[in-house]
């Protein structure tokens, strides 16, 4: 479950690539999987503030007014909008206790930056650049790894289909606003599975999150299973 049971282990496997792949880079990017990690959308008061920080705020709440399911939280928090009386926060939080454990064997590794991101944002970023780069193409442009925000995509899903559990994120432009990741008993119907959550979260997002105000427009499916094609997800 993405907690580290034995750190040595670990520490020697990961010497032995960095050996035999010459890696040099001081930098890592971790992905960590929804399992570990937690998506809130929250609407905070202005005047329940009274002067803090949002994240000294988030912090006072903490145990209050937010639970979360790990004994140490730890949290990055962005504004998605802010409104004369309130502001809505995005929160991503993880349990400090395993991001610790994963930085203590990355500094063993003289890996001085470290930073972390859940899978969804790393595809997000994959399936906007693999669009620029085909686009790009026939106008033999110059690539850059920046995501134009006139092609930002307002209701974006992307969906992850495992052997035997799915994963899926909604985005407003570049703003993950939910999350939700679940088991599948029966591999073979993934595809029934796949077609009931995606009706269903399409309709919670429209009608719950949304108050029908906004809506799923497009949804991009990565096959990440290890018995199916692309054509057979097709």
């Known amino acids: 479950n993405g907690y580290i049971k034995e750190p040595e282990i670990l520490l020697e496997k990961l010497k032995t690539i960095f050996k035999n792949f010459k890696i040099k880079s001081k930098n890592v990017r971790w992905i960590i999987s929804e399992q570990n990690a937690i998506l809130r959308d929250i609407t905070i008061s202005k005047d329940d503030i009274q002067g803090k920080s949002v994240e000294d705020y988030i912090k006072s709440q903490i145990g209050k007014t937010l639970h979360f399911p790990f004994k140490k939280p730890i949290f990055h928090h962005f504004v998605k909008e802010e409104k004369t009386d309130q502001l809505r926060i995005i929160l991503y939080i993880l349990d ?45 442009k110059k690539r850059s790894s920046d995501i134009n925000e006139e092609d930002l995509i307002d209701g974006l899903m992307i969906y992850q289909m495992f052997d035997s559990m799915f994963s899926l994120t909604v985005f ?11 088991d599948v008993e029966d591999g073979s119907r993934i595809y029934e599975t796949t077609e009931q959550y995606i009706f269903r979260i399409a309709n919670y997002y429209k009608f719950n999150l949304s108050d ?11 096959n990440l299973t290890s018995n199916k094609t692309n054509d057979d997800v097709r």
């Open 172 to 182: 407003e432009k570049e703003f993950p606003v939910f999350s939700l990741m679940d």
């Open 212 to 222: 029908g105000k906004k809506q799923i427009n497009k949804i991009v499916v990565f």
């Open 96 to 140: 400090e206790n395993m991001l610790h454990d994963y930085l203590d064997v990355f500094d063993r590794l003289h890996v001085r930056n470290v930073s972390f991101e859940m899978p969804a944002l790393a595809l997000f970023r994959l399936y906007y650049q693999e669009n620029e780069d085909k686009s790009e193409e026939a106008s033999t």
